[in-house]
């Protein structure tokens, strides 16, 4: 009930090949609870109880929990920015395609219909319809698939824009007919980028803080050097040799909490390449590295 009645962010309990299963074990699960317990368990109070702390635990997931998780997220950044525009747009969050039908249901509930989905990997943009007047795009897509090439040079009418939330640490990228007007945005930050200039995304700020630091290191500030490479790893993911440079520089200080946070760094490092990354493999592991 609170899936179906959910004001934000609903699932998809119409499914039947979802629903029926799911019923089944939740009705299972309960008659195993209730055997062998005492009789009041099974008492109607016992029954309408139970049922309410689902509901109400079951709505707060939804409509508190999942809003605070969704809202701040390059979909919610989509359904919002989807909402401001007066016009159409396709967009890719980069997630299986599993995820569809709650990408069209919220865009149903949060955009207004406005958004479709599309996939830069086999989706043309030259060939996409002529209904959509704009594109949305993560910046994970943009790592993998440098679209604003593709934009530039197939779709050249469409004006590219970073939007970002009041924080700037969630990016969302776009090619759009024409911008929404600044009173119909929200908290939404509406960037202007001109062709051929590199957009922000975790890459861009990964690089920017590697050749910032490796400036502050040969002047000698390697607290300067570490508080940018912080500052970046604080914001970005899966950058690999800024978590490893990180976690270097930290060692080299050598306080027993820089030792400490460099394993962290080191070990997230060495999981992203699989073990690639010998060194933060090394640095990752204390009995490993012989100290």
Known sequence: APAIVSSYDRAMPMRVEIAVPVALLAAYGLSRLLEGRRRWMASPAAGLGMASL???SGTWIFDVVNARILA????GLAMR?????????AWSNGTATGSTDVVRFLDEELAGGRLSWWEPRTDDVAALPEKVRGLLWTPGEQMESRIDRDVCTKR????LVEISDRSGRTRLFGALERLPAASSTGDLRWTPRACGQTLETDATVAARALSEAAEAGRAGNTDDAIARLEQA????LVQPRLYSALATLLV??????????????????????????????????????GG
């Not at 920015?81 to 747009?89: E, F, K, T, V």
């Open 233 to 236: 790893a604080a914001v970005t």
């Open 81 to 89: 920015a989807g909402a401001a525009i007066d016009h159409s747009a």
């Open 72 to 75: 701040p997220s390059a979909a």
């Open 54 to 56: 689902i509901a109400i």
């Open 156 to 159: 050249p009418a469409l004006a």
């Open 252 to 289: 080299h200080r050598g306080t027993p909490r820089d030792r400490e946070r460099a394993r962290f760094w080191a070990t997230l490092a060495c999981r992203i390449t699989d073990g690639a990354d010998a060194k933060a493999c090394a640095l990752s592991d204390p009995v490993r590295r």
